[in-house]
C-alpha cells in the first residue's frame, strides 16, 4: 500500500487518484493539473459521489475549454477538434467517455498555447539580443 501510494501521491489521499496521476504514469505528455479525484476502490466506481464528482468536472473542464478555445482564436492558432460536446452524456458510461474525450482535447489545446508561448519569449529574446548579453556575462564573470 505504501508503494502504491506514494505513486498516487498527487492527490494527497493514498485511497484517491487524479487523471493528471493516470496520465502521467502511464507516460503520456500531460499539462493539465485538475483538482478532482477518485476513489480508488472499484466498488465506488458508479457511486453518486463518483458521479457528482465526474459531473462537477465535466463543467469545469468544458468552462476550461471555452478559455482554451477563445485564446487559441485570439492567437489565431489552429483549434482542434471539440467533439467533447457533442458525445451523450446521459449515464455515468457515457459521461466516463466525454470526460476522457474532453480531457484529451483541452490537453491538445493546453500543449498548443504552451508551445506558442514558448515559441514567442525565445523570438523576443532572440530579438532583443539577450543571449548575447548572457554569453558575454558568462565568458566576462564565471561566477555568473
Known sequence: MLLYSALMSGSGNPQLYRPHDVFTAMGR????????????????????YVHNTMRQEWAWL???????????????????????????????????KALNRI?????????RLNRYRTQVEIRESVEG????????????????
Open 29 to 48: 505528455c500531460w499539462v493539465l493539473e485538475d483538482e478532482f479525484s477518485y476513489p480508488i476502490n472499484p466498488n465506488l466506481r458508479n457511486s453518486a
Open 103 to 111: 480531457r484529451e482535447e483541452n490537453n491538445r489545446m493546453k500543449i
Open 62 to 96: 468544458f468552462r476550461e475549454q471555452e478559455m482554451f478555445y477563445d485564446e487559441l482564436v485570439g492567437y489565431k492558432l489552429p483549434v482542434p477538434r471539440r467533439l467533447a460536446s457533442q458525445m451523450p452524456r446521459d449515464t455515468i458510461e457515457e459521461l466516463r
Open 129 to 144: 539580443g539577450w543571449y548575447e548579453h548572457a554569453q558575454f556575462m558568462l565568458l566576462a564573470d564565471p561566477i555568473y
